[in-house]
């Protein structure tokens, strides 16, 4: 059964750079059937999509959070990374990872629980 | 950029009911549309994918229509633990994606 699991500092303070790593298990993140996503959620809101990875390194962003967002991979860790810089408190969220699906267009099947990371002095 | 409207935003119901949810693209997407549940705490949990495939192991009463520009996600008949968000999501515009507002389902 495959599981993702976020993990990353809780608090990040404004103007500094949040960075969060997803470990996957149960499953190779080298497949080159799946992309790799991150997605957040601030408290109460929707969901926006953040920005996805292949294995070998390939990466699209959101276009509103471009400038601020690099992903990347460990395929010897089973792992991928979101780093978000220049953060204030509209960054604050639920930060979720996920694997991507592009079958028929990009789906989000298997998602981790979900970290909280606040932004504050 | 391709915006997602979700009708109605809350909606209250009763177990039993019969409930649909519009999603509405300013553009046309083709099928390429998802639906996903969100309870509580939770992460989201992928439904419908292409407009109208029932992911594996979703129960047959959540149904999904729809192609170009209007799309609905059906529950034939609500049982208590479909009481959640629901979450349209476009990715026509691959690889950007984009989701719909939500639409919180509550107990009548």
């Known amino acids: 059964q495959l599981q993702l699991q976020e993990s990353g500092p809780g608090l990040v303070k404004p103007s500094e750079t949040l960075s969060l790593t997803c470990t996957v298990s149960g499953g190779s993140i080298s497949s080159s059937s799946y992309y790799w996503g991150w997605i957040r959620q601030p408290p109460g809101k929707g969901l926006e999509w953040i920005g996805s990875?292949?294995?070998?390194?390939?990466?699209y962003y959101n276009p509103s959070l471009k400038s601020r967002v690099t992903i990347s991979v460990d395929t010897s860790k089973n792992q991928f990374s979101l780093k978000l810089s220049s953060v204030t408190a509209a960054d604050t969220a639920v930060y979720y990872c996920?694997?991507?699906?592009?079958?028929?267009?990009?789906?989000?099947?298997?998602w981790g629980q979900g970290t909280l990371v606040t932004v504050s002095s | 950029d391709i915006q997602m409207t979700q009708s109605p935003s809350s909606l209250s119901a009763s177990v039993g009911d019969r409930v649909t949810i519009t999603c509405r693209a300013s553009q046309s997407i083709s099928s390429y549309l998802n639906w996903y549940q969100q309870k509580p705490g939770k992460a989201p949990k992928l439904l419908i994918y292409a407009a109208s495939s029932l992911q594996s192991g979703v129960p047959s009463r959540f149904s999904g229509s729809g192609s170009g520009t209007d799309f609905t996600l059906t529950i034939s008949s609500l049982q208590p633990e479909d009481f959640a968000t629901y979450y349209c999501?476009?990715?026509?515009?691959?690889?950007?994606?984009?989701f719909g507002q939500g639409t919180r389902l509550e107990i009548k």
């Open positions: 996920a694997r991507v699906i592009t079958i028929f267009g990009v789906d989000f099947d298997y």
């Open positions: 990875i292949y294995y070998s390194g390939s990466t």
């Open positions: 999501q476009q990715s026509y515009s691959t690889p950007t994606v984009t």
